[in-house]
């Protein structure tokens, strides 16, 4: 199985910062890696899929990249809106794979 | 518009079973694989199961395997799951999913979600 895990476990900042969420695997795999925003329990919203392709109407503040074992989303010019916990995903192989998720408050 | 809908969680005793079921509107249902997936309280996102758009291939997470069923209904544009021998670690809200691609790929419509509590 692949394990992802990311780092850090809880982000807090400001509005209009620059954060960065890493995410890094147990083996290397091809670059199908999605990043997830999930509000309270609401279902998952896709940010973006296949490493750095951003998925239709989410706004390019989300940007990903990364290859091989470590991966890593940056949203810039936070908005309060931003304020939710962030999850990568690996679709290389079953199992598929979540990391753990990363709360990102904001101030 | 892609829409799926969850039905039939609840309240259910440990060992007991429980069938979700996810209706599907808004796209090509027969060509697509589906997924579930679980948000356990307090510990995040977990893949559950997967069914490719025929039926023939499944795949299960560890935790749920030999316990767990996933099945479809294409004529009816319906995904299941059939849970059996429930343990109070499967207490989740449980999500159908859809991927971009239909082979696979990252998932972009999601359902509301129906909430599964496994307690005696």
């Known amino acids: 199985d692949i394990h992802l895990t990311q780092s850090p476990s809880f982000l807090s900042a400001s509005v209009g910062d620059t954060v960065t969420i890493t995410c890094r695997a147990s083996?290397?795999?091809?670059?199908?890696l999605a990043w997830y925003q999930q509000r309270a329990e609401t279902a998952p919203k896709l940010l973006i899929f296949?490493?750095?392709n951003l998925q239709s109407g989410v706004p390019p503040r989300f940007s990903g990249r990364g290859s091989g074992t470590d991966f890593t989303l940056t949203i810039t010019s936070l908005q309060p809106e931003d304020s939710a916990t962030y999850y990568c995903?690996?679709?290389?192989?079953?199992?598929?794979?979540f990391g753990q998720g990363t709360k990102l408050e904001i101030k | 518009e892609v829409q799926l809908v969850e039905s039939g969680g609840g309240l259910v005793q440990p060992g007991e079973s429980l069938r979700l079921s996810c209706e599907a509107s808004?796209?090509?249902?027969?060509?697509?694989?589906m997924h579930w997936v679980r948000h356990i309280p307090g510990k995040g996102l977990e893949w559950v199961s997967s069914?490719?758009?025929?039926?023939?291939?499944?795949d299960y997470a560890g935790s749920i395997k030999g316990r767990f069923t996933i099945s479809r209904d294409n004529n009816k544009k319906s995904l299941y799951l059939q849970m059996d021998n429930v343990r109070s670690e499967d207490t989740a809200l449980y999500f159908c999913?859809?991927?971009?691609?239909?082979?696979?790929?990252?998932?972009?419509?999601w359902g509301q979600g129906t909430l599964v509590i496994v307690s005696s």
């Open positions: 808004g796209f090509t249902f027969n060509e697509f694989l």
């Open positions: 069914i490719s758009w025929n039926g023939r291939k499944v």
């Open positions: 296949a490493t750095f």
């Open positions: 995903q690996q679709l290389t192989s079953f199992p598929l794979t």
């Open positions: 999913a859809k991927p971009l691609g239909s082979m696979g790929g990252a998932f972009d419509s």
């Open positions: 083996q290397k795999f091809n670059s199908y």
